[in-house]
């Protein structure tokens, strides 16, 4: 089982940018795609990007415009480029990869945005 770890969460003001990162114990590639999703103070979690092998990106329309998801195969880490953070970021966020019989999920980093 490929592990993930997350880090990088803080607490950021409003309109400031984070950069989260997502260490994997293997090969990215173990997985056919990773994403991030996010839980906020009494509510589900739900998804925030989603990034292919291939490359091939997708976003909640909430973070779109704002949020860039990338990795870099060679250090085996993906990660959230948050710009133009809102209190309504606030959350904790996690990595999760998905493969064949894959389905691995980060133990979480809280991000809090607030004045």
């Known amino acids: 089982q490929v592990q993930l770890a997350e880090s990088g969460g803080d607490l950021v003001q409003p309109g400031g940018s984070l950069r989260l990162s997502c260490v994997a114990s293997?090969?990215?590639?173990?997985?056919?795609?990773m994403g991030w999703y996010r839980q906020g103070p009494g509510k589900e979690r739900e998804f925030v990007a989603t990034?292919?092998?291939?490359?091939?990106?997708n976003y909640a329309d909430s973070v779109k415009g704002r949020f860039t998801i990338s990795r870099d195969s060679a250090k085996n880490t993906m990660y959230l480029q948050m710009n133009s953070l809102k209190p309504e970021d606030t959350a904790v966020y996690y990595c999760?990869?998905?493969?064949?019989?894959?389905?691995?999920w980060g133990q979480g980093t809280q991000v809090t945005v607030s004045s």
């Open positions: 990034i292919t092998n291939s490359g091939s990106t």
């Open positions: 293997g090969s990215i590639f173990s997985f056919y795609y």
């Open positions: 999760n990869g998905r493969g064949a019989t894959l389905n691995s």
